[in-house]
Structure formats: C-alpha cells, structure tokens
C-alpha cells in the first residue's frame, strides 16, 4: 500500500516537473502572447503586475479543451506502435528545430528585447513605448478572453499540440483513466507558462528593472538546450520499449 501510493506521488513528481520545463521552454518562446502580456501589464492602471495570471487562466481553459479532445479523439494512437514512433519522431524533431533556432537567434541577435529596461532606458521611455504599441482590440480588454483568442490566434500554438504536446502525452501514458498523470500534465504545464508570464507581468508593471538583455538571452539559450535533449529523447524513446 504504502510502495504504491509512493509511486504515484514519484510519478507524479517525473510528469508534473517535465510537463513543466517543456512548458516554460514554449512560454518563453516570443510570440503573440508575451507582446498582448507585456502591453497588458504596462498599459494597465492597477495591479497590472497580476495581468500574467488573468491571461494564463484564458490559456488554460483553452489548453484544457484541446486535452480532452486529443484523449477522446486520438485515444486510438495508443494501440498503434507505429503511429506512436511517427509522433514520437516528429514532436521531437521539431522540439530539436525550436531549440537550435532559438540559440541560433540569440546568436545572431534575432530575437526582439524591444520590451527590455537597459540601465540608460528611464521608465519614461518604457511607458511611451507601452502606450505607442499596438493597442489590443476592444474585445481583448478582458485579459481571460484575451489569452483564450491571442493563443487560437497564433499557429505556433496549435503546431505545438498537433506534435510536441500530443507526443509528450502519448509517451508518459497521459489517458483519463490514468488521472494523476493526467493531473499531473495538466498542472505541470499550466504551471510553466504562469512562472513565465506572471514573471513578465511583474517585471512590465514595475518598469523592467531587474531583466537585461544579457539575462534573457541566457534563459533562452539554456531552454534551447533543454528543448533539444528532450526532443532527442523524446524522438529515440518510442524505439527503445517494446509494443503493447
């Protein structure tokens, strides 16, 4: 009794601490959803420091669904060891094509910091750059809907479920009768996209005081790491256990 209810809880820790770090390696990936983060927080008059969590709820919401349909409409796959490679094979590989391509923009100086305070960049400039940036449209006032229609908005979103999201579930098991797993990827990755964007928030709101653009570069290139071993784990790992 008590050698299973370890398992579970050391299960659980292996998935909720991967789901995590895949999570926060996209989360920190520039996209649609950090620029609507970033103009939320700075624009906002109050607590605009909270603006990361009010968006990462609209996000989870639609993540949530998405699960649930890929385990009610592709459960199938599990039965299917070639399929399995297939998707195997393609979500790492294209986790191994984001990860060189961020350390290959940091390289080359590629990636936007338009958003970064430098030591010479008084928070003057911060907010007249908040305030001269695209303003969000009306419907996206509220940060919870927003999140849901800036994340369906960006194809990286869904390319990342169709591929890196659906083989990480098929390789750890995720299914509604292994629930715990399932709570486990589920909390595991919406927790790595708020440590991100509730982090971004804060920093907007209080002027970017404390992230350089020597800082931000460094994450990226240590999630680009991570990116690339996980996705070649993630390719090889189909090949090495045995069909069901």
Request: proline content about 4%; overall charge positive.
């Amino acid at each position: 009794m008590l050698d299973n209810f370890t398992s579970y809880i050391s299960s659980f820790w292996i998935i909720f601490s991967f789901s995590f770090l895949v999570a926060l390696t996209g989360a920190m990936a520039p996209g649609p959803l950090l620029t609507y983060t970033i103009i939320k927080s700075v624009q906002s008059g109050k607590r605009g420091y909270l603006m990361g969590l009010w968006i990462i709820i609209g996000h989870a919401i639609l993540e949530m669904v998405i699960i649930i349909f890929l385990l009610l409409g592709f459960s199938f796959v599990l039965q299917n060891i070639v399929v399995v490679r297939t998707i195997g094979i393609a979500g790492g590989a294209l986790l191994i094509y984001f990860g060189l391509s961020i350390i290959r923009n940091v390289h080359k100086g590629n990636i936007p910091t338009c958003f970064l305070n430098s030591v010479n960049r008084p928070d003057q400039e911060l907010q007249k750059w908040a305030h001269s940036a695209p303003k969000t449209n009306k419907g996206l006032d509220n940060p919870i809907i927003g999140g849901i229609v800036v994340s369906m908005s960006n194809p990286y979103w869904w390319v990342w479920w169709a591929t890196i999201g659906f083989a990480f579930m098929i390789q750890f098991g995720i299914s509604f009768k292994e629930w715990p797993s399932l709570l486990a990827f589920f909390i595991g990755h919406e927790a790595g996209d708020l440590a991100w964007y509730l982090f971004v928030s804060i920093l907007s709101f209080f002027g970017l005081r404390y992230l350089n653009k020597k800082m931000y570069y460094g994450i990226l290139v240590c999630c680009g790491i991570f990116m690339i071993l996980f996705g070649l784990y993630m390719g090889i790992s189909p090949f090495l256990s045995s069909p069901c």
